[in-house]
């Protein structure tokens, strides 16, 4: 038997079958990047409807036998709340269609537990650096059904500064992987960017995209094409000094690292000792969500018919 994870918090649409223990069955993922990088970032109304269009063929192929779910886990927020309501009315939907149970689960518990499947099979106590295109906090993990969090971004969360960084640069939507890859040819030592310094544990990108302008600003449009390269290696290299900066005043034992930007090749080379979310449960899925289902309220037919869906954490 397993569990059914469904996430359409954002321009992702998945569906995942995650066992008791943690081995994954099935894990689809249907990005919708392509559709909305002409605007240069998410449509909300757009996501929801697409999402809409892919669910059922998603579902039908992360899920070639009904008879092996026995929960429904789904992402009930943070996230765009159009596209929240697709997948949690599609839970809600299936569990009542089948009697079984459902599991409400937060986007960002859902990240953590991506470190919860196997091979990986991480055991609390760790603190888990979340950087994706909506958070950036740093979190104390004492057991796997949730989290406290120690500091958080005062403005843009880190995937937001690659993206906008990206956009900045001319780059495509999504901008990390972009960023990532552009940076690999070019000199992270070209340019200067300030890594913002505020009290305790907080995050803060406004100030490093705000210098980014200036510096693109300054530059013909030929002389930005050749120098590209370098302030995309710059850039992301300010984004991993505040990232790893704060891990580091942190002072654990132990360190993990989820979310979007975890994918990030720089971030990963410079934290040799964490534990890393595969690469491949780095961006949003499923099978983080039913990971996270396995520790959550599972609440039984038919009560969950009234629960909403919730845009952010408050
Ligand atoms: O976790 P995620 O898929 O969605 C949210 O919950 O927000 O994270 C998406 C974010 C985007 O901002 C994207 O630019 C960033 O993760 N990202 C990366 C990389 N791959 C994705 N950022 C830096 N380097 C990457 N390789
Ligand atoms: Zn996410």
């Known amino acids: 038997m397993a569990i059914l994870g469904i996430e359409t918090s954002c321009d992702e649409t998945a569906a995942a079958l995650v066992t008791r223990d943690g081995e994954i069955v099935s894990n689809v993922v249907s990005s919708q990047a392509d559709l909305h990088a002409k605007y240069g970032g998410v449509v909300p109304e757009v996501a929801s409807r697409r999402h809409l269009e892919l669910l059922d063929p998603v579902l039908a192929e992360a899920v070639p036998d009904w008879d092996e779910v026995d929960t429904v886990a789904v992402t009930a927020g943070p996230g765009l709340i159009g596209a929240l309501l697709v997948g949690l009315s599609a839970a809600k939907a299936l569990a009542w269609a089948g009697r079984l149970p459902l599991v409400a689960v937060n986007h960002l518990h859902g990240h953590v537990a991506s470190l919860y499947l196997k091979p990986l099979d991480l055991e609390p106590p760790f603190t888990c650096l979340l950087a994706s295109g909506g958070h950036t906090m740093l979190l104390d993990v004492r057991d796997r059904s949730g989290y406290t969090v120690r500091g958080t ?38 340019y200067r960017f300030p890594v913002a310094r505020v009290p305790g544990l907080d995050f803060s990108f406004s100030g490093l995209k705000t210098a980014l302008l200036y510096r693109v600003r300054d530059l013909a449009p030929e002389e930005l094409a050749r120098r590209r390269a370098d302030l995309a290696a710059s850039y992301q290299r300010a984004i991993v ?74």
């Open 153 to 190: 971004t005062l403005d843009d969360a880190a995937g937001e500064a690659f993206d906008k960084g990206a956009r900045l640069l001319g780059l495509g939507y999504p901008g990390g992987a972009e960023i990532d890859r552009l940076a690999r040819a070019g000199d992270p030592e070209a």
């Open 241 to 314: 000094r505040a990232l790893v900066e704060r891990i580091e005043a942190a002072g654990a034992e132990r360190v993990a690292v989820v979310g979007g930007v975890a994918a990030n090749s720089q971030l990963r080379a410079a934290l040799p000792g964490a534990a890393l979310a595969p690469l491949a449960l780095c961006t949003d899925n499923a099978a983080m969500i039913a990971s996270a289902g396995r520790y959550g309220k599972a609440v039984a037919y038919p009560g969950y018919l009234e629960l909403d869906a919730f845009a952010s954490v408050s």
